[in-house]
């Protein structure tokens, strides 16, 4: 009778890292892409955007706390899903990549939020000014480089883990290094390298949840042979 709650549980919990992964990869995917779609590519634009797009931009910026909150249940089912086979050497880098990417964007969302605030409460003006300029290219470094790497340290170290422990298959392992690998070396400040994180985690979750299910399939299909 106790052991039945405990079982369930850890039935519950790869599924639960699955979901939390794949509306994280749809939130932050629908956010970049919104951005995207408003703001110009060229950093030397005059700001008008601002007050074209606003509502768009604002739109995307009030999904990144809940893609955020989703990430973070994310790494931690993922944690636990590990158990006892976790490493304290790559678990430390793993979770404080993947709070620094997290946090990263936020700067970067809080940014594009105080422009948008800005040009509210001095329409025309802000373009006229260093504010942003300064704030813009600040934005654009947090997100495009900074969290960036930080993403591309998040993969390879899972990809180390699930090499040792075997969470994934190897081929997946090795396709994160390369995607990983353009993360860390790309020098561009175009915001579509920044897609790369989100789909790569919907790609993790999803097999997770098709792995999951499959197991609950086999035991329940070797449930009544065992009794």
């Known amino acids: 009778m106790a052991k039945a709650p405990l079982t369930r549980q850890r039935l519950k919990t790869p599924r639960a890292a699955a979901v939390a992964g794949i509306l994280f990869a749809l939130l932050m995917g629908t956010a970049l892409l919104l951005i ?3 703001i ?3 950093t030397s634009d005059t700001g008008a955007w601002l007050e074209g797009q606003g509502s768009l931009v604002s ?13 973070l249940w994310f790494m931690g089912v993922v944690r636990d899903r590990l158990g006892h086979q976790e490493d ?3 678990s430390t880098v793993f979770f404080g990549s993947g709070l620094l990417y997290l ?5 970067s969302a809080a940014l594009a939020g105080g422009l948008l605030a800005d040009v509210a409460l001095n329409p025309g003006k802000l373009a006229a000014n260093s504010t942003y300029t300064f704030g813009r290219q600040l934005m654009y470094q947090t997100s495009n480089i900074y969290a960036l790497r930080m993403s591309g340290v998040f993969m390879i170290t899972l990809a180390t883990i699930s090499l040792r422990t075997g969470i994934m298959p190897r081929w997946m392992a090795f396709g994160t290094y390369a995607l990983a690998l353009i993360l860390l070396v790309s020098v561009s400040l175009s915001v579509w390298f920044t897609f790369i994180f989100p789909a790569w985690v919907l790609v993790i979750s999803v097999y997770i949840l098709i792995e999951n299910l499959r197991h609950q399939s086999a035991s329940t299909e070797s449930g009544p042979e065992t009794a």
């Open 103 to 107: 946090g990263l964007q936020f700067v």
């Open 40 to 42: 110009p590519t060229d």
């Open 88 to 90: 304290q050497l790559f």
């Open 36 to 38: 995207r779609l408003s």
């Open 59 to 71: 739109l995307a910026l009030s999904l990144v706390p809940f893609a955020g909150i989703a990430f």
